[in-house]
């Protein structure tokens, strides 16, 4: 080889060291990577991006997981850390994050005043059990952050709880769910200004009590009040989005048209109303009750603007559990959880965001509904019953005699009932050739006949925003959680949705709809051909390592040949 041939060489083989030193040392500071998943997994929305390019402040992230973990919580860790780092190197300097093992404390005394700290901000713990040598231990972890933001901090809790989930599936909807928790709590301490959403009072609506925890949930995004009517033209005034849930008596002409005229102006409207009018109050004071049509008369309202509820009740073999008394030991009654059909749970099957990725949906005495063609408004059904489905015509029977009798699955055969309807587009008035001339030209009123574009969700049955309450204190539980059975259902998630979507948070929604499909390895193939896996994972890097090195010296050869 020449004087220069050999300078050359030298020269290629310095650049390419020093390159490589460059990219290692830049790699330290800079962070990179490419998605090339199917669904996107590793990118950023839209929405976060925006959010964390506008941030006219540093956001502190301090999160709890670390230390000696388990497998999979470490890949939740480093999910949890890749994505911090991401969302640095959008915002630069504006997020600052700090991963903390919350148990690095020398004392037990110390661990413990740390560990109530965190409950009492809002980080959930995880009681989790390791096989020992000296047998099995629980371990106390704390998934979760706080975030802070101008002298306010706020709770993310990234482990998501499935009812009947593997822990591979809990953790993969955990990972999931980071975004959303991360990009959730930064825009709720960055928002200036909420928009304005009512509970509406005077015709038998739920009390405070029975939506406290709902509301406790919406007041995170909006200011939410409750407003009784009486008749005021201007009793909405300001209002973006109105709350129906659970009336109970006749709505008359006056408070219709308030609502009407609301949803012309563009005003968005949850309705949450029962077709049959039946609860368990009543049946446990007498063995056999009577469900009998709702009249509310807000039929012909439903009806202009694109569906009906009927007066019949879905009976769904997928339902959740009551307790009954079931015997009695002694003079002690004792009981048992028994499922009740008149309490569908229904798994949403739909893709819409509203309902996708949520937990099952807990209903009490629901109706069925029909949607009825109005032109410009498009109707998506968002929730139905299973395909193990009895409709039961009103008047309805209704005894806790039938939880001892043994149903007959061929009798659950009707097409499955539809309980949530979501509307959108431009809606005409109910009053449309209805009024006289005077009041309809009247500018005060500002009578319109055909709405803005607008939005509304009918749910046929009010108990899905309902919390249950404990009679002895009035204590609240968070709605979707049952405390007869410790199990908790995706309503208040449902509900969240519904409004977020409403009121256009749907790039929130995106994120908490977000599916990332779960590959995992399957379990029988891995045992039954373990040794052939494992040979090929050995060797076949140093084979593929050796193949390149041979085909370079090929061809290396073949050059100086030349």
């Known amino acids: ?73 470490l890949k939740l860790q480093k999910e949890i850390r890749e994505l911090l780092d991401e969302f640095h190197s959008i915002a630069s300097d504006n997020i600052q994050f700090e991963i903390i093992n919350p148990s690095e404390h020398t004392s037990e005394k110390e661990k413990f005043n740390f560990y109530k700290q965190l409950v009492k901000k809002g980080v959930l713990p995880v009681s989790i059990s390791e096989n020992q040598k000296e047998g099995v231990t629980q371990k106390i972890i704390f998934p979760g952050a706080i975030i802070s933001y101008r002298g306010r901090e706020l709770p993310a809790n990234f482990l998501q709880s499935k009812m009947g989930a593997q822990t591979e599936e ?25 928009q304005k959403v009512a509970f509406i009072e005077g015709h038998g609506e739920y009390g405070e009590i029975w939506v406290r925890d709902i ?121 048992s959880l028994m499922n009740w059909n008149y309490f569908p749970l229904i798994s949403p099957a739909e893709k819409h965001p509203i309902v996708r990725n949520l937990n099952a949906i807990r209903f009490q005495f629901v109706s069925g509904m029909d949607t009825i063609p109005v032109q410009g408004v498009k109707k998506t059904v968002l929730l139905k019953t299973s395909n193990y489905t009895k409709i039961q015509q009103t008047p309805a029977r209704i005894s806790l005699q039938m939880l001892r009798e043994r149903e007959n699955p061929a009798r659950y055969n009707q097409t499955p009932a539809i309980v949530a309807v979501l509307l959108e587009g431009v809606f005409p008035s109910v009053f449309k050739n209805r009024l006289t001339e005077p009041i309809a030209s009247n500018r005060t009123i500002g009578y319109k006949e055909q709405s803005a574009p607008c939005k509304m969700i009918v749910i046929s049955d009010a108990d899905v925003i309902r919390n249950q309450v404990s009679k002895a204190n009035a204590q609240s539980f968070p709605l979707g959680y049952d405390r007869y059975s410790g199990l908790t259902f995706g309503n208040r998630e449902f509900i969240l949705n519904c409004m977020n979507y409403l009121l256009e948070e749907e790039g929130l929604i995106s994120l908490r709809s977000r599916e990332i499909k779960l590959r995992v390895l399957d379990k029988n193939l891995l045992s039954k051909h373990r040794q052939t896996i494992s040979m090929i994972n050995l060797s076949g890097p140093i084979l593929l390592i050796s193949a390149i090195g041979i085909l370079l010296t090929i061809l290396r050869r073949r050059r100086f040949e030349k």
Request: charged share 20%; no cysteine.
């Open 1 to 73: 080889m020449s004087t220069d041939n050999k300078k050359q060489s030298l020269i290629r083989y310095f650049l390419t060291l020093l390159i490589l030193v460059l990219f290692t040392v830049s790699s330290g500071f800079l962070f990179l990577r490419i998605d090339l998943t199917q669904e996107n997994k590793y990118t950023v929305s839209p929405s976060t991006s925006h959010l964390l390019n506008t941030l006219p402040d540093v956001v502190y992230v301090k999160v709890y997981l670390d230390g000696d973990l388990p497998p999979a919580y």
């Open 170 to 194: 809990i953790i993969n909807a955990s990972i999931e769910n980071v975004e959303y928790e991360l990009t959730n709590a930064i825009r709720k301490l960055t928002r200036t200004s909420k």
């Open 215 to 335: 509301h406790k949930a919406f007041e995170e995004y909006y200011d939410v009040s409750r407003i009784r009517l009486n008749h005021r033209l201007d009793a909405l005034s300001g209002m973006n989005a109105i709350i129906i849930a659970g009336a109970d008596s006749v709505f008359d002409e006056k408070d219709k048209f308030i609502i009407d005229q609301f949803a012309m102006k563009g005003g968005k409207i949850l309705w949450l109303l029962d077709g049959v009018a039946a609860d368990m109050d009543s049946l446990q004071k007498t063995p056999v009750m009577i469900g009998t049509a709702k009249e509310l008369n807000l039929n012909d309202m439903l009806f202009r603007y694109g569906v009906r509820i009927l007066p019949n009740l879905a009976l769904d073999m997928q339902s959740a559990p009551i307790p009954m008394i079931s015997g009695m030991l002694g003079n002690q009654p004792q009981r």
